[in-house]
């Protein structure tokens, strides 16, 4: 037998090594190829998308004048509502977004919701902040047959008769209206919305304050004591203890015409009717006093009519749903302008936002959400924004 060559067979050993080596290179190599190709197309496609919605919204006549930004309920990571600053494109004159003449469309497809127009409203006054202008349009949306002026929720049951003061009779001394009582929860009727196709109806919000303030009433005797009304009044003598509280309750009252300034003062004690025109207060009764406050210069909205309303009306909570399904709303307000219209002209600016009036249509993480704006004439402008996976801050800016 031959003997083998112990060189040839070193020889062969590192040729078969040097082509594992070889192949486990180009393994690798194609492997990072791989890698980079995919980061090189991704790449590519998200500057694609950026230069098309930068594109898009330049060739709109309007356009978006910095930042979107996102208020977030961080209780449940999800957003309440956006807004977006808003102004002409170069070179346009002026733009008509009166409600019903303009739209805004919103898709989001996570959330399963494309509403066609979202856009029934206009803010006329300039709001100080998003919030206010979140606050009112929660406020327009939800408004059914009436509206709650002030809310007693802390004070004690039962009736309330009114009072009046009694010049004659000194200090902590008033007449007592057996013919009217005072309500824990105070509500006024609410306007409807009526009209034709396209019309425009104006009303106005008026911020309210209630100052609540109620005390015990205290007497020198430990008995309760009875008063007998003439002609419907009757004096009492009454003392206080020293331990006042009061609550302040802020809302928004909706008006279908301007009024003057909102101030007035409502006294009333508690106690119950016996037996006709006498009144039995307990001893440690209450008196409450209510300081009513209402803006005097309100909020300006106009609501366009899609299509036509009866006479007999649609509340505003019936009117959002029918219109634009009640979830989401999309309101402008005109946050620097040069006169009253609906009207965008050149020099002025708008707030756009977009309220969620339903938690199932708030955004989440890693959401997209879409809005067009379409105009009378022009391209429309398209605003697209991916929302963050983190939703812990209270804002968050969208880009």
Known sequence: MGKTNRKTLKRGIV????????????????????????????????????????????????????????TVDTSISRISYIYVPIKLSTGQYMVDLTPGKSIVGYWSPQRGIAIANTYLMAVLTPVDTPDTLANITKTVVNLGETQEIYNLTKDPNGNFYLLTPNTQGGTNTYDINSGATYKIVSTMAAPKISGKKGDVL?????????????????????????????????????????????????????????????????????????????????????????????SRLPYAFVIGLPDDVDS??????????????????????????????TVLDPGEKILMLTYYNDNTAMPQSYDTIKLEVRVPIGAPLTIERNVPPSLTQGVVDLG
């Open 15 to 70: 040729g078969i090594e040097a082509a594992i080596v070889m192949i486990a290179f180009v393994i690798v190599a194609a492997a990072l190829a791989f890698v980079v190709l995919n980061m090189g197309f991704f790449t590519t496609q998200q500057s694609r998308q950026v230069m098309q919605r930068g594109l898009g919204e330049s060739s709109s006549a309007l356009m978006v004048d910095g930042s979107v930004v996102a």
């Open 202 to 294: 104006k009303f106005y919000v008026y911020e309210c304050v209630s100052s609540i303030t109620y005390r015990k009433i205290t007497e020198t005797s430990d008995q309760d004591y009875n008063l007998e009304l003439k002609s419907g009044t009757a004096s009492v003598k009454v003392k206080f203890d020293g331990n006042p509280v009061t609550q302040t309750y802020k809302g928004y009252i909706i008006y279908n015409e301007p009024l003057q300034q909102v101030v007035t003062t409502i006294r009333a004690v508690n106690g119950t009717s016996t037996s006709g025109s006498t009144i039995t207060i307990d001893q440690n009764a209450y008196y409450v006093e209510v300081s009513i406050s209402c």
């Open 312 to 341: 007999t009306g649609l509340t505003f909570k019936e009117f959002f749903a029918k219109f634009a399904g009640g979830k989401v709303v999309t309101v402008m307000d005109w946050v620097a302008k040069v006169n009253d219209d």
